[in-house]
């Protein structure tokens, strides 16, 4: 697990089980339309 990852909508510095660091980073995700877990998954095959 890496103690860095960033948040996935501005880059903010996360614990390893957070994905956004905000309401409005996980709103603009979703807007993306990119499923979270395909984000999670390739990350972890590298």
């Known amino acids: 697990?890496?103690?860095?990852?960033l948040c996935a909508g501005c880059g903010t510095p996360?614990?390893?089980d957070e994905v956004y660091c905000c309401e409005d980073c996980?709103?603009?995700?979703?807007?993306t339309g990119?499923?979270?877990?395909?984000?999670l998954r390739s990350e972890s095959d590298e």
């Open 14 to 16: 996360l614990s390893d």
């Open 34 to 39: 990119v499923e979270v877990s395909e984000h």
């Open 26 to 31: 996980r709103d603009w995700w979703e807007m």
């Open 1 to 5: 697990m890496n103690e860095d990852s």
